[in-house]
């Protein structure tokens, strides 16, 4: 378990190394901005800082989730680190438990050993004085035990010395069997607290290399959490990086983006000039394509300069949205719609093939054989240029919205 644990947290670490090169490449990959003329120097400029602040909220929100990840794990190390602690701490207080009932059975032996010493010491003794009292009986001869009879000076006196004599042998007897149960007694014992002390030392030993592999999953486990919390110290100073990094690429895009809105006025101020017959000025206002156009053009919400204004300058467009939702957005409003160009349609080309993410829009102002077409179009060859150019291929158009009047 604390080698997979362990094993696992570095497959996690080298994981992440992993997505931030990916993280790198991604970032190094040029990435959609905002819409913008790409003629205007703050366009380049702030698409360019856009990218980079993508990328950067992108390591950031990864840097988040792999924070998140190592937090977790930090959390199930240290719970359990603390339960191996628990456990350590309860095994060494088996251990010293286990010793102290060691030493408690060695005191016992100890007294037991002195005992059955005593014991061995008090037969021997008795031994030696019955034998010593037989001999001495056996070397008087039975003239002696007549002798001891016969001068009872009465018949009780020569029974009580004739019961008297096998008493002290029988006592002495007696008294030796005694000594001897007690002995085998305490020799009994011994065995049993000599048995008990070998359980004990086994268990000991059992105890003692359990706490080995404790430590040494606690040791492992600690490591594991020790590192995950290097990795979490990491990524918390790569987090305050990033988040100062933002912090500065946001301000930059505000900046860029002020100077875009005001590169852009300036352009749209100075009337920036009409290209090849693609629309002329009357009076200073632009000239619709169509008689049928109001002189001022339709009614148009969109930004100066855009494709989708020169389209709804000379088209009652009642729908939203960038160039590449016109064709969708019509049809939602039961506006017909056509595969085929005519004359005033609006042609409308999703994103792709030198258009940008947004799409782009035109008006049919005529259509030649072989479904070739020419359209009057803005911001094809730059914010605010008027041109007009044939159509020969149908690549990424969405569709053709006819005109209706």
């Given amino acids: 378990m604390a080698a997979s644990l362990k ?45 980079q602040e993508s990328a950067a909220q992108r390591q950031l929100q990864q840097i988040d989730a792999a924070r998140l990840d190592a937090q977790s794990r930090a959390g199930a190390l240290a719970d359990l680190v603390s339960r191996l602690q628990a456990q350590v701490a309860a095994q060494q207080a088996a251990i010293a438990a286990t010793r102290a009932a060691i030493a408690d059975l060695d005191r016992q032996i100890r007294f037991t050993q002195a005992d059955l010493t005593r014991s061995q010491a008090h037969l021997t003794v008795r031994q030696v004085l019955l034998q010593q009292r037989v001999r001495s009986l056996d070397e008087q001869g039975p003239a002696d035990y007549v002798e001891v009879l016969v001068t009872a000076r009465s018949f009780t006196q020569l029974v009580d010395r004739a019961f008297l004599i096998r008493d002290i042998i029988g006592s002495e007897e007696r008294l030796i069997d005694q000594v001897r149960q007690a002995r085998d007694q305490v020799q009994g014992v011994e065995h049993q607290l000599e048995g008990e002390r070998v359980r004990q030392v086994t268990l000991l030993a059992q105890q003692e290399a359990q706490e080995q592999q404790l430590d040494a999953e606690l040791a492992t486990q600690q490591q594991a959490l020790a590192e995950e919390q290097q990795l979490l110290d990491q990524l918390r100073g790569q987090r305050a990086e990033l988040q100062a990094r933002v912090a500065s690429l946001a301000a930059q895009v505000q900046g860029l983006s002020d100077r875009y809105q005001r590169q852009l006025a300036q352009v749209v101020a100075g009337a920036r000039s009409v290209a090849t017959g693609g629309g002329t000025r009357s009076g200073g206002v632009l000239a619709p394509l169509f008689s049928y156009v109001p002189p001022g053009g339709f009614p148009d919400p969109f930004p100066f300069g855009q494709c989708t204004w020169w389209a709804a300058y000379n088209y009652p467009v009642t729908w939203g949205g960038n160039a590449t939702d ?80």
């Fill in 326 to 405: 016109w064709y969708g957005n019509a049809r939602a409003q039961g506006v017909p719609t056509s595969s085929s160009p005519s004359v005033g349609a609006i042609v409308v080309w999703g994103a792709g093939h030198g258009y940008s993410v947004y799409g782009h829009v035109a008006i049919v102002v005529a259509v030649g054989s072989g479904g070739s077409f020419e359209v009057s179009e803005m911001n094809y060859q730059g914010l605010g240029i008027i041109d007009r150019r044939w159509v020969g291929s149908y690549d990424d158009i969405e569709g053709f919205i006819p005109y209706r009047g």
């Fill in 7 to 51: 094993r696992s947290s570095r497959q996690r670490f080298a994981s992440l190394i992993t997505a931030w090169l990916l993280l790198g490449l991604i970032a190094a990959r040029p990435q959609p901005a905002a819409a913008c003329d790409a003629s205007l120097p703050a366009c380049r400029q702030l698409q360019q800082v856009q990218q």
